[in-house]
């Protein structure tokens, strides 16, 4: 869960980011726009679990720079599950909490709005304020009063925020047998495995499913060791050689569609792969990766799809690749975004690049779906979904 802080200059969202990890985290001064970038701090939130807590810049900052500042606020509520929104309870200046509104209604973000320097009202405009705002929570984050309610009015909150989806649980009854193919490439990172392999084991343990790890140099043995196998899971790249190995009878897909299914929208997304079929000579495509890493010769995303594109496709194309948290707001130059499963955004963040595609009318689809295609093994891949 991401918690994102949003407010005008001044109004305290430093000292509340502070108060609520119980350390300095944020740099807190009497002087505007003190904090400039975002300021990130992970914790745990009993009983929610892990949360990421973000202070963002005074949405009404002005200037070069600030006008800056402020774009780096909104895009910190691209991924933001939960915002508080606080505000200088001795001014009491809501204009611009209206504008963030539309924002927040835009990105699907609920909101609790915060009264912050409660120590510095009179008892008589406190009790006024209450009156007109009965949903709001009122606090010092100065002295930490209330700070507590507020803690607790967030928990509540997030408690209502739908979980995410499942991977595989809902989809492989308790004592299922899947196979999960891990190549150890130079793409692999030296001595662990990447967070979609990490997770589909997890879950597989969570619900009772048995989970055998091995390389796609095994999996053949593999398959000849077990009495039965339900499904196979597979790194994306490797699609075309683990196709070749599993049995017909067996059902197979990758990480990367699992994550599409979580995070995504696999209708969109399966559109989206219509579209990559019928693309024109010269067409634009932007692909798109949530992490930030080197390039390698085995490259994925920067070697891997834009060689097999143009070697399936029989076309010339034109092709951009970005990765991080950069991602266009307006599409409508591209005749196509390939993005991948996502395992290093949330499913807001996930969910908001998805937007950005329908607003700018611009198809979508992802790493697997796209690798699968050009290995003209797309029904076989996602059967396990229809």
Known sequence: MTIGIFGKRNAG?????????????SVVSPYEGTTTDPVKKAMELLPVGPILLIDTAGIDDNGELGILRVEKTKKTMERTDFAVYVIDATKQEENE???????????????????NKLDQLTISTFESLQ???????????????????????????????AEDPPLISDLLPYDST??????????????RLILPQVQTIRECLDNGIKCHVVRDAELGSALKE??????????????GKVDALVPKNIKLTSFSILFARQKGNLELLFEGEKRLRKLKEHARILISEACTHNVSCED?????????????????????????????????SYDLVIHCG?????????????LYCRESKVPVTNYGMALASLNGIFDRATELFK
Do not use: W
């Not at 070697?303 to 950069?326: H, M, Y």
């Not at 996502?342 to 998805?354: A, F, P, V």
């Open 226 to 239: 077990m009495r039965k196998c339900d499904l196979v899971i597979t790194d994306s790249q490797a699609f």
């Open 342 to 354: 996502g395992c290093m955004l949330n499913r807001k963040g996930m969910q908001t690049r998805l």
């Open 97 to 115: 909490f209206e504008a963030v509104k539309s924002l927040f209604k835009r990105f699907n973000i609920p909101y609790l709005r915060v009264y």
């Open 178 to 191: 899947v196979i999960l193919v891990v190549p150890i490439d130079s793409e692999a990172p030296k001595g």
């Open 13 to 25: 969202k430093s000292q509340l980011m502070n108060c609520l990890t119980g350390q300095n985290v």
């Open 131 to 161: 009156r007109s705002q009965p949903k709001s929570v009122f606090i010092s984050a100065m002295t930490g009063q209330n700070v507590d309610l507020l803690q607790q009015a967030i928990i509540e909150n997030l408690q209502q925020l």
């Open 300 to 332: 994925i995303g920067r070697v891997k799809i834009p060689t097999l594109l143009e070697k399936r496709l029989k076309k010339n194309f034109s092709i951009e690749v970005i990765g991080g948290k950069d991602f266009p707001e307006n599409l409508s």
